[in-house]
């Protein structure tokens, strides 16, 4: 088990496949000039899948979710899932994506093993899309969540970022479009994990600012802490359900008590939060030789130093170094 010395146990793994990604959202990269990780320094794809086989068998692990950088952008993300889907015993596997090129691959994604899917979209405005992003994709991003859909990848879900002055507005018109084609909608609120340490506390759209948008248009009735168990989005039943929307308020209302959650980075760090200033190495154990109990006790120790909370709103708050898209969001 990867237990932490506040009492929590990790059993969902969150493994980035790349740092690379194919768009440039404000809120997570610079328009260009970020580093990418060196192509010798990523895990292989074999080295994944040996890793997430340790933590299904030897660590408790029962959710993997694969994501990036920009996850569909990984060569072999077919072959990794069809491998993790075979794991004994098998984990619930997931990917955060973008959307681009999901129209292709969402059957064989399916058909490879993988359970669901959640895709980024903040924007029902292709103009405004491309402010964000800095690029012009919309209707690929449109295109991949259709895919999804009808892959049966399903629930589908959506991640919307809310930036003031840009899509700060569209939250309500964002969640009757995704009742309307069955699309679970989440808003996340934006974290200082941007590579140019723009955010400012003072200027971020917030859970109560997103609720308050919402409500002008719906009415919003709360699922409660049990329906919430772990998982980080506060959920609210939309005009007496059945369609829900989540708000993800990572800043304003961390969930770090009950976070279950580590983290493998595509050149094989632990890190025990996405604020996490300190990493594990496991992929220098891996190219050494190590046994997979040694990698197993590697990981327990590195989960045993998990830090209470985030930590966002304390004026000693440090940003990490590493941005969102080298992380794994
Ligand atoms: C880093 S992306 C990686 C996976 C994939 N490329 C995608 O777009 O979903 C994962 C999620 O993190 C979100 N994200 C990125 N930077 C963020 C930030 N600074 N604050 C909040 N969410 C952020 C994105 O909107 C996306 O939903």
New binding site residues.
């Given amino acids: 088990m990867l237990l932490d010395s506040y009492g929590r146990t990790a059993t969902d793994l969150r493994v980035?496949l790349t740092d690379r990604?194919n768009?440039r959202?404000t809120?997570?990269m610079p328009e260009e000039g970020l580093q990418w990780l060196a192509k010798p320094d990523l895990l292989t794809d074999e080295e994944i899948v040996r890793l997430v086989d340790i933590a299904v068998r030897e660590l408790g692990v029962t959710e993997v979710r694969f994501?990036?950088?920009?996850?569909?952008l990984r060569p072999g993300l077919v072959g990794i899932v069809a491998a993790c889907a075979a794991l004994e015993p098998r984990p619930q596997l997931s990917l955060?994506?973008?959307?681009i090129g999901l129209e292709r691959t969402a059957g064989a994604l399916r058909d490879a093993g993988l359970d669901r899917v959640?895709?980024?979209l903040?924007t029902l405005d292709p103009g405004v899309f491309q402010r964000l992003t800095r690029r012009k994709r919309h209707a690929d991003v449109l295109r991949g969540l259709a895919a999804a859909r009808e892959a049966g990848l399903r629930p589908v879900k959506i991640?919307?970022?809310l930036m003031p002055g840009m899509n700060d507005a569209e939250a309500p018109d964002l969640l009757a479009w995704a009742m309307e084609h069955e699309y679970e909608l989440r808003f996340?609120?934006?974290?200082?994990?941007?590579a140019q340490h723009g955010?400012q506390r003072d200027g971020m759209i917030t859970a109560g600012d997103i609720l308050a948008s919402l409500r002008t248009r719906f009415t919003l009735t709360e699922e409660g802490e049990q329906a919430r168990g772990s998982a980080p989005a506060e959920r609210w039943l939309v005009d007496g359900g059945p369609h829900r929307v989540g708000v993800i308020a990572?800043v304003t209302r961390p969930f770090c008590r009950a976070c279950d959650r580590t983290r493998l980075t595509a050149d094989g760090q632990v890190r025990t939060c996405l604020f996490a200033t300190e990493e594990s190495d496991l992929r220098g154990a891996l190219r050494t030789g190590a046994s997979d109990e040694r990698i197993a006790a590697l990981w327990r120790t590195a989960m045993w130093g998990k830090k209470a909370g985030a930590g966002i709103d304390d004026p000693s708050f440090v940003q990490p170094q590493r941005?969102?898209?080298a992380?794994?969001?």
Avoid: K, R
């Fill in positions: 980035s990604c768009l959202c809120y997570c994501t990036g950088g920009e996850p569909l955060t994506t973008n959307g959640n895709v980024s903040d991640n919307a970022v996340i609120e934006q974290m200082p994990l941007d955010w990572s941005p969102m898209s992380i794994g969001g």
